[in-house]
């Protein structure tokens, strides 16, 4: 199966940006990229996830390698909100299930003020 | 909000017992997630469904089971509840069956089993 590697933790300046990376050497063909936050006591949130292309949206970007072995995700401006766990997740198709999103220790980001 | 309802918000129980826990989608949603998380532990996949259907298992205990109504709620039961069954609890959703659509997670349960 498809497994990711994050850094265990990272920190940042307010209103810095931040590239948070992600290694998935294994990633299948047709597998996207998920990007998931969890601030504390909450849920995960989700962030951003792609294909091939690198992605926006209101809340990061998502610089995918062109041979999609890792991936990148920026947070243009870092603010204190921004602290969290992040997640970068691949589908898991262990035990013969293509529906699986299973979650590793991510890195945990520290924002400086 | 993600729009995935779940309650309780916290329960507080005694070894032995047993509970339920209730998460309803986003709506139209019609994949329901649940997700285990205790203190020394990531989230760990317990078990999907889609439209009723069981499609994923993960480490789910005997003990636990689940279920999707046609409503597309769906209910996790954790019975004989031990000390170390304490954790929060997620339930997330997403509109498709399969594994590259965004997942949405509620707000969780917190259960605390003395």
């Not at chain 2, 729009?3 to 986003?26: E, F, N, Y």
């Amino acid at each position: 199966d498809a497994k990711t590697t994050q850094p265990n933790s990272m920190e940042s300046n307010e209103e810095e940006p931040v590239h948070l990376p992600c290694n998935h050497s294994t990633i299948s063909g047709t597998d996207y990229i998920h990007w998931y936050r969890q601030l504390p006591s909450q849920g995960p949130e989700y962030v951003i996830h792609g294909l091939t292309s690198n992605v926006n949206n209101r809340m990061a970007s998502l610089a995918i390698a062109e041979d999609r072995k890792s991936s990148t995700l920026i947070l243009h401006r870092a603010t204190l909100r921004d602290a969290a766990v992040y997640y970068c997740i691949l589908r898991d198709r262990s035990g013969g299930s293509n529906y699986k999103l299973t979650f590793g220790k991510g890195t945990l980001l520290t924002v400086n003020p | 909000d993600s729009g995935v309802t779940q309650t309780p918000k916290h329960l507080i129980t005694a070894t032995g017992q047993r509970v339920t826990l209730r998460c309803s989608p986003r709506s139209g949603d019609l994949s329901v997630y649940w997700y285990q998380q205790s203190l020394d532990q990531g989230l760990q996949f317990l078990i999907q469904y889609y439209n009723g259907e069981e499609r994923a298992k993960g480490n789910i205990l005997e003990r636990f089971s689940a279920q999707q109504f046609p409503d597309l709620h769906s209910e996790l039961n954790l019975s004989s509840l031990e000390l170390g069954d304490s954790a929060l609890y997620f339930c997330a959703s997403r509109s498709s069956g399969d594994g590259n659509s965004p997942l949405h997670f509620g707000n969780g349960t917190r259960l605390t089993v003395t």
